[in-house]
Each structure stands twice: as C-alpha cells, then as structure tokens.
C-alpha cells in the first residue's frame, strides 16, 4: 500500500513537470477568421420643406444719364436777325444757359445744320448741300447784344443766296449741342451728328 501510494505521487509530479514545460508561445497562429458581414447602408430620409423666400433687396440708386451735362437745342429754323444782306446773313442764338467765360472755357460748341431736300444733317463749318455757300458760326462774344452763338451765311461766288439757301420756311434750320470737359469722349466724331446723337442720347 505504501508503495502503491508513493508510484502516484511519482506519476502526478511527472505529469505536471511536462505539462509546465509546454510554452503557450510555442503554438503555432491560428488562421484568420472570415471578415465579418458589412451593415447594411441606411435609406435617406425625405428631403425637408423649403424655406420661406427671403425678402427683396433694397433698389440701387440710378446712375447717371449719359447725357446730364450735355446742352443742346431744339432745331431751330434760320432767322437772320442780325445781319440780312442779299450774300451774307448772321443770326444770333442766345444761350441763356452758358456765360460767355463757360462756352469758352473748354467746352466743346457743335452747330449743325439741316436742309430740306436731304434727310443728312450737316457739321458747320461748311457749304452744306449747295456749291457757292459756306454756313459757319461763331460763340461766346461777349458782347452786349450777344451771349451765345452766331451763325453767318455767306455767298462764296459773288452771286446773291437763293431762298433754298437761307428761309427757315424752305427748310433751312441748326441746332447747337454744347459738351463740358466733364463729358467729353475723345473716342467721338463731333462732326458726326448721327454719332453725337446716339452717343449722347440726344431726342430727335
């Protein structure tokens, strides 16, 4: 009995020195497990309502007329109320809205004059639509009797002018545009009514 004792005693000190000298370490990895099922992607919500329209803007000032600082005349039929000769006429405009220091005073003074036969409005200086006429003026004198724009009619070959020529009633009539330094276009053709017209915006 003693014996029999002393071999299990024997035997559960065997067993628990070889299960000691066997190292978790010395295992080998196990395989990777298969990845794990992705979750399912969730709906999209409904779209909320849209909001209230916010109020209007406040409205810009306007701008400015293109044309603000610009003077000019209505037409004028022809009246040679200064000088009325067989071959030279003058009348004289008065420019209530320009002294004779400010028409001078780096303003730019085009005339232009319109005859009937023709639908073209002419520059002045110049013979309009005749041969032996010359239609000029002249401004600012500063003269009692004048403040404003002169303009002469001349007969340039010695022969007296025709009615054609010179009658308000036959056609014969000028318009003066007057345009400060402040709106002024260096770009432009005073000479060109049409230009001066639509650039300006100038009423028929």
Known sequence: MKNLSL???????????LFLSCS??????GAIGPPGLQGEQGLQGP????GPVGADGQDGTDGQDGNANVIYSDWIDADWNSINLPRLKEMNIPVPELDDIELRNKTVVQVYLGQSG????????????WSNTWYSYSFGHGTVTLNGIA?????????DLTEDQYLGSRGNEFRYVLIPESAQSGKLDYSN???????YNLPD
Do not use: H, W
């Not at 779209?47 to 849209?50: F, H, I, V």
């Not at 023709?118 to 639509?129: D, K, L, S």
């Not at 009514?193 to 650039?199: D, I, Q």
């Open 118 to 129: 023709t639908n073209g409005v002419y520059a002045m200086p110049g013979t309009g639509r």
């Open 151 to 159: 303009i002469v009619l001349e007969s340039t070959n010695g022969v």
């Open 7 to 17: 071999n299990k005693i024997f035997g559960a000190v065997v067993c628990s020195t």
């Open 193 to 199: 009514y049409e230009a001066v017209k639509s650039f």
């Open 24 to 29: 978790v370490e010395d295992g080998e990895d």
């Open 47 to 50: 779209q909320g309502e849209q």
